[in-house]
């Protein structure tokens, strides 16, 4: 499986949430099958979103959608994102 991490920081959480929600049919556009978002624990304003996608050129065109720029500055994010594209070697629970 593909993913499209994202680690960003947002001015707010709740401001951005609603955002990246409404964002979600450009995801899913691109084949993207779910997310995970993660906190850091001492600043829960730092973000990482892992998004999964069925294909890595989804992924890939996902990662280049030009609705990005513009998603971001109205979420709130107020610093560069890091983004990788990564394929999945393994995933196990304990």
Do not use: C
């Not at 099958?33 to 992924?59: K, M, Q």
């Not at 280049?64 to 196990?92: F, H, N, T």
């Amino acid at each position: 499986m593909t993913k499209v991490i994202v680690q960003h920081h947002v001015a707010d959480y709740d401001r951005w949430y609603p955002v990246f929600t409404e964002h979600q049919t450009v995801r899913r556009h691109h084949g993207a099958t779910g997310h995970t978002i993660n906190r850091e624990a001492t600043d829960p304003n730092s973000i990482v979103v892992v998004n999964d996608f069925a294909t890595l050129e989804g992924a890939r065109a996902f990662a280049q959608d030009p609705s990005l720029p513009q998603v971001m500055e109205r979420a709130g994010v107020d610093r560069p994102p890091q983004v990788w594209i990564v394929d999945e070697a393994e995933a196990k629970r304990y």
